[in-house]
């Protein structure tokens, strides 16, 4: 199912980027670690997830091919389902990572994050190159899918998710229905981008590489 945004929708996005832009850097000086706490008071659809390993999920690439979620480790992911019969739900969520990844691409985030909507159904041409429009091997692996990712969320909610993975593969947070401001998700991802995939060694681990 590919969206397709009018004429005021992409104006509109264009606005939204302007201004992102322009927020993000003064966000990315400060959460740091508390990066999920500061989006929880600042995004009432977030749910902070205390970091862990995102359950394996295999999607039919365009190329035919099956592609695996652990094969995106080291790229911010920003994951989302579209199943027949979702409707409106899933359609407003996803016009709004539309407007969200409309603003990243104009930024230097864009080789940092990659964005994957799974569905029923096979899809046409990606919307961005790095948005992956993908159909899941089975509509019951879809939602096992769904339904895992879901596990560590402390809302009983049945509106669709987002769930944001860290580049190290780790689920961190989760955006809820379609209510958020695509600010706070372009700021949260931004925040995500700016972490570490990898411990920073010690000063004395720096020391002993300088002389091995």
Not at 7 to 20: E, N, V
Not at 41 to 69: C, H, M, N, Y
Not at 140 to 168: F, G, M, Y
């Amino acid at each position: 199912m590919t969206m397709i945004f009018s004429l005021s929708a992409r104006f509109g996005a264009f606005l939204l980027c302007a201004s992102q832009l322009a927020a993000v850097p003064a966000f990315a000086d400060h959460p740091g670690e508390n990066l999920n706490q500061v989006m929880a008071a600042k995004e009432a659809s977030f749910e902070p997830i205390t970091p862990r390993d995102a359950p394996e999920l295999v999607w039919q690439g365009a190329s035919g091919d099956l592609v695996s979620l652990s094969t995106l480790k080291g790229k911010v992911v920003v994951l989302s389902f579209l199943p027949n019969g979702c409707g409106s739900p899933c359609e407003a969520q996803q016009e709004k990572l539309g407007q969200t990844i409309s603003a990243l691409n104009s930024s230097a985030m864009r080789e940092m994050v990659v964005f994957v909507t799974l569905s029923d159904d096979p899809q046409t041409d990606p919307r961005e190159q790095n948005w992956m429009s993908a159909q899941g091997p089975d509509a019951e692996s879809l939602v096992d899918a769904s339904i895992a990712l879901a596990a560590p969320s402390d809302r009983p909610s049945t509106s669709p998710q987002v769930h944001l993975l860290n580049r190290k593969g780790q689920q961190v947070g989760i955006f809820h229905g379609a209510d958020f401001e695509p600010l706070n998700l372009l700021l949260y991802i931004n925040g995500l981008t700016n972490a570490h995939p990898h411990e920073e060694p010690s000063i004395l681990q720096r020391v002993i590489g300088w002389f091995s």
